[in-house]
């Protein structure tokens, strides 16, 4: 069992940067794959990126060059630094730990263990 704690969303106007961080406690999360899902207001959950065990990252396209993953084992926290914020980027952002047996990292039924998601917003 694995809990997972979302941190340091906020308001932060356009252009801004922030981090977000995800802490694990109960398993150590080095030796899974972290996924992000964000839910902007009204919608479905998409995803924006993951982090393999060695640490190799993807993203989504539309957040490709601002947003970067970075992983910190001995605080068993990853990170995922957002950069030049954009107005859409309004959403409540969850980290998710990856299925060991899973195939698609961008399917959300994949992920076995949530956060409570931290809100982002970037006013208009």
């Known amino acids: 069992q694995v809990t997972l704690v979302e941190s340091w969303g906020g308001l932060v106007e356009a252009g801004g940067s922030l981090r977000l961080s995800c802490a694990a406690s109960?398993?150590?999360?080095?030796?899974?794959?972290i996924g992000w899902v964000r839910q902007a207001p009204g919608k479905g959950r998409g995803f924006v990126g993951t982090?393999?065990?060695?640490?190799?990252?993807v993203y989504m396209d539309s957040v490709k060059g601002r947003f970067t993953h970075s992983k910190d084992n001995e605080k068993n926290t990853v990170y995922l630094q957002i950069d030049r914020v954009k107005p859409e980027g309004t959403a409540v952002y969850f980290c998710?730990?990856?299925?060991?047996?899973?195939?698609?990292?961008?399917?959300?039924?994949?992920?076995?263990?949530w956060g409570q998601g931290t809100q982002v917003t970037v006013p208009s």
């Open positions: 998710a730990r990856f299925w060991i047996g899973g195939k698609n990292y961008r399917r959300e039924n994949e992920y076995d263990s």
């Open positions: 109960g398993r150590t999360l080095s030796f899974y794959r």
């Open positions: 982090i393999s065990s060695g640490g190799s990252a």
